[in-house]
């Protein structure tokens, strides 16, 4: 049986994981979500293992500590953008978490007021 070659060349990004607990649930979600927002297949690498960032679970159980550097893969179409959204995730050390979550699920972030004591 011959099989296709794949058009696209993988592009490959080195990313660091500043956070003291690693890549915890709210970070990989944010992961999972960039990923989602692309057609290009987008890989998280620690260690030998790899995991397909469009899944939560996947990205939980590599179990990636904090300090330690990933390796971020995409191919496809758009492999570019996604490489580039996904840097700009870790250049911004997932500043303000909570409204960059609710920007990538295109919902407007609620603000509480604080209970007068």
Not at 9 to 17: E, G
Not at 55 to 75: C, F, R
Not at 77 to 100: M, N
Request: proline fraction near 5%; charge should be positive.
């Amino acid at each position: 049986m011959i099989q296709a070659r794949s058009q696209f060349t993988p592009k490959t990004a080195r990313l660091k994981v500043d956070s003291p607990y690693g890549l915890h649930m709210r970070a990989a979600a944010m992961i999972s979500r960039i990923a989602e927002r692309y057609h290009s297949q987008l890989l998280i690498g620690y260690g030998p293992v790899r995991a397909d960032a469009r899944s939560l679970l996947a990205l939980i159980s590599l179990g990636i500590a904090g300090g330690s550097e990933i390796e971020a893969s995409a191919s496809g179409p758009d492999a570019d953008a996604a490489l580039t959204a996904l840097e700009s995730l870790f250049a911004g050390r997932f500043a303000d978490a909570p409204a960059a979550a609710c920007a990538l699920a295109g919902k407007p972030q609620v603000r509480r007021k604080a209970a007068a004591v």
